[in-house]
C-alpha cells in the first residue's frame, strides 16, 4: 500500500496564479480530507468528501478556493487566484468511515505564494 | 460542534524519562473516537494510538499510554522512557462515532503541543 499520495511536494507560485494540488487516496476509503496547516491557525479542516460528495465545505476560505472528488482515486484542491496569505502547508487523508482507524495523512504539499 | 483543547504549547522532557501531554474535549455526544498524533519535522502525521469512547480500558502502544476520563472529558498522552524521536508535534483530535450526524466522518484536531526531549 502505497499510502495517501500528493503531489507536488512543494509548489511556489506568484501571486494571481491558479494552483491545483492533487490527492490519491488509499484505494477502498470512502472519506476524503483537505486540511490546511499554518503557524497561526494550526490545523484547519477545509472540506471532506464522503464516497465522492462533498460532505462540508464551511471550512473553504472563499471562493477563490474549490475542490473536486472526480472518482474514488483522486482529487484535486484550486486555489485561483493565488494569495501570499494562501501560504501553507496542505495535508490530504482518507480513511474508512466505519472503523476505528484514524484516517492517514499524505506528506502534504507546501505552497508559498510570493 | 465538537472542540478539542491542548493547553500546553510547548513541553519538554529529559531523555529516558516520563512526560505527560494534557487534552480536552468537549462534546455531546456518548460514542466517540480520540487519537493522538503525532508530527516530527518531515512533517508526516503518524498516528500514535486511538480510543475508543465507549471502552473503560485505556489504551496502550508500547512506550505510549493514555488516560481516557470520559467524564471530565479529558485525554492524555504519556510518553514513557522518552526518546530522541520522540521529539515532535503532538496533536490531539476527535471523531464522532454514529454515522448521520452532519460531523460524523470529521476529525477535529487541537492547537497541537511541541515536545522537546533533551539528551
Known amino acids: 500500500d502505497a499510502g495517501v499520495i500528493q503531489s507536488p511536494r512543494h509548489e511556489v507560485t506568484e501571486m494571481g496564479q491558479e494552483v491545483t494540488l492533487r490527492c490519491k487516496p488509499i484505494s477502498g476509503h470512502d472519506y476524503l480530507f483537505w486540511y490546511r496547516q499554518t503557524m497561526m491557525r494550526g490545523l484547519e479542516l477545509l472540506i471532506y468528501?464522503?464516497?465522492?460528495?462533498?460532505?462540508?465545505d464551511s471550512g473553504m476560505p472563499e471562493d477563490r478556493f474549490s475542490a473536486k472528488m472526480p472518482n474514488a482515486s483522486f482529487s484535486t484542491l484550486k486555489i485561483q487566484p493565488s494569495e501570499p496569505r494562501d501560504s501553507a502547508v496542505y495535508f490530504c487523508?482518507?480513511?474508512?468511515?466505519?472503523?476505528?482507524?484514524?484516517?492517514?495523512f499524505g506528506s502534504g504539499t507546501r505552497l508559498t505564494v510570493v | 460542534a465538537q472542540t478539542v483543547t491542548q493547553s500546553q504549547p510547548e513541553m519538554s522532557v529529559q531523555e529516558a524519562e516520563t512526560v505527560t501531554l494534557s487534552c480536552t474535549y468537549d462534546?455531546?455526544?456518548?460514542?466517540?473516537?480520540l487519537f493522538w498524533y503525532k508530527q516530527p519535522p518531515s512533517r508526516q502525521m503518524i498516528l500514535v494510538i486511538r480510543?475508543?469512547?465507549?471502552?473503560?480500558q485505556n489504551a496502550t502502544e508500547n512506550r505510549f499510554s493514555v488516560n481516557f476520563q470520559k467524564a471530565a472529558k479529558s485525554f492524555s498522552l504519556k510518553i514513557s522512557d522518552s526518546q530522541l524521536g520522540d521529539a515532535a508535534m503532538y496533536f490531539c483530535a476527535y471523531r464522532s462515532f454514529h454515522a448521520g450526524g452532519t460531523s460524523y466522518g470529521k476529525l477535529t484536531f487541537g492547537q497541537g503541543t511541541i515536545l522537546t526531549v533533551h539528551p
Open positions: 462534546t455531546s455526544e456518548s460514542d466517540y473516537y
Open positions: 487523508a482518507s480513511g474508512l468511515g466505519p472503523s476505528a482507524d484514524g484516517y492517514t
Open positions: 468528501f464522503n464516497n465522492n460528495v462533498p460532505i462540508d
Open positions: 480510543q475508543e469512547a465507549y471502552k473503560q
